[in-house]
């Protein structure tokens, strides 16, 4: 079955310190997104891709980056890690094989980050 | 720019009815609905697309007014399993959904 895995599922990490949280998913689908969730605010958008070598920044995205060299595979990287950062990471995807775009999201179980 | 979900919370006994409101400040093109239990990842519930289409699932169905810029989702006879964090979002378009904070649902038998 098509899926969408995102690895690690914790982490622990220092202040400053590059981090990436790796998401593949095996649906075959166009757009891929990264949510962070904080207690209060629900999920906000932080980069978004359309396809291979596209990428957008969302509404919080200063501190992170990602790149899309594939269609299955985006990966979030936090370039030095502030505690502010600390939160639980969604990967999620959208669209599907046959060109058509119902729009319906599927996330991954998400990666728990904490920033000491 | 965040839509806003109306209440915060609510609790409910097993076959009580409640409705979620979201309304967004630009014009909508969907509204998604998740749901999230506490721990996992969320859940599509339903699209509304705009055009005022009311879709629905078992007990819960939702409505979508264009004109309002506003969705509303109904939980009908409210069984235990739809306790959760549920979730509108909202699509201008572009494939990218912006989320409400949430509204935390508790059904206690």
């Known amino acids: 079955d098509a899926e969408i895995t995102q690895s690690p599922r914790h982490k622990i990490t220092e202040t400053g310190r590059q981090v990436t949280l790796a998401c593949h998913q095996t649906w075959n689908h166009n757009n891929m997104f990264w949510y962070r969730q904080d207690l209060g605010h629900g999920l906000r958008l932080i980069h978004y891709s359309y396809g291979v070598q596209d990428t957008n920044k969302g509404e919080v995205s200063d501190g992170y980056s990602v790149s899309r060299s594939n269609t299955e595979d985006l990966p979030l990287t936090l370039e030095s890690a502030a505690s502010s950062q600390t939160s639980v990471y969604f990967c999620?995807?959208?669209?599907?094989?046959?060109?058509?775009?119902?729009?319906?999201?599927?996330f991954g179980e998400g990666s728990r980050l904490t920033v000491l | 720019q965040q839509p806003v979900q109306s209440p915060q919370a609510v609790i409910l006994r097993e076959g009580e009815d409640a409705v979620i409101n979201c309304s967004s400040s630009?014009?909508?093109?969907?509204v998604h609905w998740y749901r999230q239990k506490h721990g996992e990842a969320p859940v599509f519930l339903m699209i509304l697309l705009k055009g005022g289409e009311q879709k629905g699932h078992e007990k819960i169905s939702a409505s979508f007014n264009e004109k309002k810029q506003q969705s509303s989702l109904y939980l009908t006879a409210s069984q235990l399993s739809y306790s959760g964090t549920y979730f509108c979002?909202?699509?201008?378009?572009?494939?990218?959904?912006?989320f409400g904070a949430g509204t935390t649902v508790t059904v206690r038998a």
């Open positions: 999620a995807s959208s669209g599907s094989p046959s060109g058509t775009n119902t729009g319906e999201l599927f």
């Open positions: 979002g909202t699509e201008h378009g572009d494939y990218k959904l912006s």
């Open positions: 630009k014009a909508l093109y969907s």
